[in-house]
Structure formats: C-alpha cells, structure tokens
C-alpha cells in the first residue's frame, strides 16, 4: 500500500516579483509537490497554469472530457436550476452575493477547475441550519442542460445545532462547483451528495468542510450516474474534539469515469476521522478513481483516524485506482491506519448461496447489494436509503440485461 513519506523542504525563491505564478504540481516548477498538504492554493483561476494531465491532482482523470469546465467560460446563473424544500423550522435557505462574509471561510480551491468556479459564480446558495432539533433539506438540480455551469453553496450548522443537508443531482449537465460545509462548535450536521446524472453528464466539485469544536460531521457520497463524475471532499479538523465520518458508494459502469479524492487535514488535539468508500465496476472501460490522504499534524495530538477503500469488479475490463496515503508528523496519536483492497467476488460467498438453492444470477446481485449496503445505510434517511438501494439494483439489472 502507498504510504507517503513527510520530509523537510527549503522555501521557494519569491519568483512573484518576475511575473511568475506558482505551478499547481509543486514548486515553480522545479521539484514536484510529494505531500498533499504542500499544493498551491488560489480563489484566483488565473494563478493556476494550463492542465497537462500529468499534474498529481489530475493524472487518474480524462482531461480531454473535463477540459471544458477547466478552462471553460462558466455560466454563473444556477439559481432557475435549482429547488429546495426543507422540512423543520430551524433551517434558513437563501441566495447571497459572493461578497458575503460566510464564502470562503471553509477551504480554498487546490486546482484550477474548482478555482474556475470559484471565479465564475455570483450568486451562492447558502443553507443555515440553528436549531438542536434535527432540520432536514434537500437541494435539487436538474434540466442544467448542455451549458457550462459554475455553482457555489455554503452549508453553515451552527452553535450545537442537529440537521441533514441533501444534494440532489439529477438530469445532463456540465458542472463545475465548489461547496463549504461549516461546523460550528458542538454541531451535528450530515451531508449526502446523491449524482444520479444522465450518462452524458459532467461534473466537477469540491468539497470544503471546516469542523469546530467538539463538533461532528457525517458526509456521504453517492454516484451512480455520469460520464465524468469527481467529487473531492477535504475536511479540516481545526478545533479540539472535532470528529468526522466520510463515506462513498459508487456504481461505475461501461465507458464511466467515477472519482474521488479525499484529504482530511488533523490540525487540533483529540480529533477523529473515520474514511470508507466502496464500489463496484462492471463493463469496458469502467473507471473509478479513490485517493485518501490523511495528514495529522504536530498540533493534533491524540488524534484517531483510519481510511478504508474497497472496490468489487464485476466484469474483465473495468480498473480500479486506488491510493491510500497518511502522513503523521506527531509521534502522539491514538492511531492512524489505511487499507485498500480490490478484487472479483468472493467464490465462497457465492457458492453459500448457491448450495442454498438460489440461482448463480440472484447470487451476484445479493454479494453486490450487500456489499454497497453497508455504506448506504450510514446515511440515516430510510426513504432515501430505500431509493438509492432501488437505483443499485437497477444498475445490476440493466448490466445483466
């Protein structure tokens, strides 16, 4: 399994002063970023150069079919495409012009499509959730159509306030967005990103979360539909106490690139990460893309965290990446560990169920559904729980088809 390594580093000349802008893979240029807390950063699309595909954040993706939402011009009018009901009287949804001072607060883009979006967007979709009985909104956009979009939305829980935030993605679109979840002391908030796109669809997103004190964030990920779906989650563990769970359930199919990449940054004592992502691949050229880094830093004493990627390949064809990497600069931790595993269906699972009268067929989807189950349950909303199970199983049965 990968495991980067931290080393120490001599500071970088200023070339700013030459007309020089910083390069997105490490350096000026010169010698390669190796950590993933070392990437540049900019809200600024133009600090970023041109992709080549050969950059670390970007070598596992299709560059000619994102190519447009990175260099694109993004239309910023993504307010008729989007709905929103909520149920409880402790949440406030409303649109804010980008100089409000709640943008920005949870993390800044790492690369130039999420800097694109942040540049292009004007209006932002604000979510705030105050009250300590649970509150619950959907968000939901679909028709988005042919034309290159930017999005921006900001999730703020505040003071020990409880509530479900579900974004619902739905319909063709060409997408780039960026979105920051923020967690203010003692709040407990969830996040579910349901992409159900159709299969021309392309979408680009990252993720911003910023975890107060004794706080505690749960973030699902859920992707079954999509040409290019990359939805990049990364989480900063500011505050004492803070806690979060981030988990992924993917369904690639023929020809489908599904990608995620999650960094969780332990930046305060006796914080806790728990990581698990599964998929499962089935036809040619299905691709799926995992990358976990975790970085716990020498103020993140105590710190417990763990990060797991599982991937089951249905068919010969279909690649899984999966790259697991942790970084720990203190010696004072509770634990830190990775595993990533992937592989064909378990010949003893299939022959217990077979020995028991079930048919070959009906076995598979079982393993299938059960193995992705575990994730899709975490989300704690039995409705739409019982939808995305019926979404899985429609998967496998188009594939058998």
């Known amino acids: 399994m990968p495991e980067t390594v931290t080393t120490g580093s001599a500071s970088a000349p200023d070339h700013s002063r030459l007309g020089s802008k910083q390069h997105s893979d490490g350096g000026w240029g010169l010698v ?17 150069e041109s992709v080549t595909g050969q950059e670390a ?16 011009t993004l239309d910023p009018d993504i307010q008729p495409f989007t709905g929103v009901t909520a149920s409880g009287d402790a949440a406030l949804v409303e649109w804010v012009s980008r100089d409000d001072s709640r943008i920005g607060r949870a993390g800044k883009p790492e690369e130039r499509a999420s800097a694109n979006a942040w540049s ?50 739905s319909g063709d679109a060409l997408l780039s967005e ?31 979360s910023e975890i107060g004190r004794d706080a505690r964030l749960k973030h699902v990920v859920v992707s079954l539909g999509g040409s290019v779906v990359r939805i990049n989650p990364s989480t900063h563990l500011s505050s004492e106490g803070g806690d979060v769970e981030l988990y992924g359930v993917y369904f690639a199919d023929t020809g489908q690139h599904l990608e995620q990449q999650v960094f969780v940054n332990h930046d305060a004592p006796n914080t806790r990460s728990r990581v698990s992502y599964k998929g499962a691949l089935q036809g040619a050229g299905a691709h799926t893309v995992w990358i976990g880094d975790v970085l716990i830093r020498p103020t993140a ?24 990497n942790l970084e720990i600069e203190t010696g ?12 064909r269906f378990d010949d003893e699972q299939l022959f217990y169920l077979q020995a028991r009268g079930i048919r070959e067929d009906e076995a598979r989807r079982l393993v299938v559904r059960g193995f992705l189950s575990e994730i899709v349950q975490k989300i704690g909303l ?14 496998l049965t188009v594939n058998e088809a």
């Open 178 to 208: 960026n979105v920051e979840i923020i967690l203010d002391e003692g709040a407990q908030l969830t996040v579910v990103t349901v992409q159900q796109w159709e299969p021309t669809a392309v979408h680009l997103a990252s993720h911003f």
């Open 301 to 324: 004493a105590g710190t417990d965290s763990y990060e797991q990627n599982r991937n089951l390949l249905l068919t010969d064809g279909a690649r899984a990446d999966s790259i697991p």
């Open 332 to 343: 004072d931790i509770a634990g830190a560990g990775h595993a990533s595993a992937s592989g």
């Open 57 to 72: 954040e970007w070598k596992h993706t299709p560059i000619a079919r994102v190519q447009p939402l990175i260099d694109g």
């Open 382 to 395: 039995p409705e739409l729980e019982e939808r995305l199970q019926d979404a899985i199983e429609a998967e």
């Open 120 to 169: 292009a967007f004007e209006s932002a979709l604000v979510v705030t959730v105050t009250g300590e009985h649970s509150s619950e909104v959907t968000v939901t956009r679909s028709a988005l159509g042919a034309t290159l979009r930017a999005a921006h939305t900001v999730i703020h829980a505040t003071h020990h306030s409880v509530g479900t935030v579900v974004l619902q993605n």
């Open 32 to 48: 390669p970023v190796q950590v993933r807390s070392a990437r540049f950063a900019s809200f600024d699309v133009a600090d970023f």
